[in-house]
């Protein structure tokens, strides 16, 4: 199971960029999806996170101005950001709990990670 993510870059404070991460492999099910970012010297975050049944959370500072969403048909996450700030530069993250069938009665959960999309915000 792999999760390929997209859409970094660099954008002016005020600009928009939308991520996205696609999910490929032998997939029986997604649970829980978010989004991760770390910036040079730092933690790793959470940023924001959807369930599988799409409620999200969000980290304090990126509420009303990122949305996460996903599509389950294309097993695809993706974070709108929008009004972005310096302080959101960071590489970013996508992170999925993933069922995968290891036999046909049998599964295993395991927690992907992706490989990262730099965002680049000048003030």
């Known amino acids: 199971v792999q999760l390929q993510a997209s859409g970094g870059g660099w954008v002016q404070a005020g600009g928009s960029l939308r991520l996205s991460c696609a999910a490929s492999?032998?997939?029986?099910?997604?649970?829980?999806m978010g989004w991760y970012r770390q910036a040079p010297g730092k933690q790793r975050e959470l940023v924001a996170g959807i369930t599988s049944g799409g409620s999200t959370n969000y980290a304090d500072s990126v509420k009303g101005r990122f949305t996460i969403s996903r599509d389950n048909a294309k097993n695809t996450v993706y974070l709108q950001m929008n009004n972005l700030k310096f302080e959101d530069t960071a590489v970013y993250y996508c992170?999925?709990?993933?069922?995968?069938?290891?036999?046909?009665?049998?599964?295993?959960?395991?927690?992907?990670w992706g490989q990262g999309t730099e965002v680049t915000v000048s003030s």
């Open positions: 492999g032998s997939i029986f099910s997604i649970n829980a």
């Open positions: 992170n999925a709990g993933v069922a995968v069938m290891v036999t046909p009665t049998i599964y295993s959960d395991l927690e992907v």
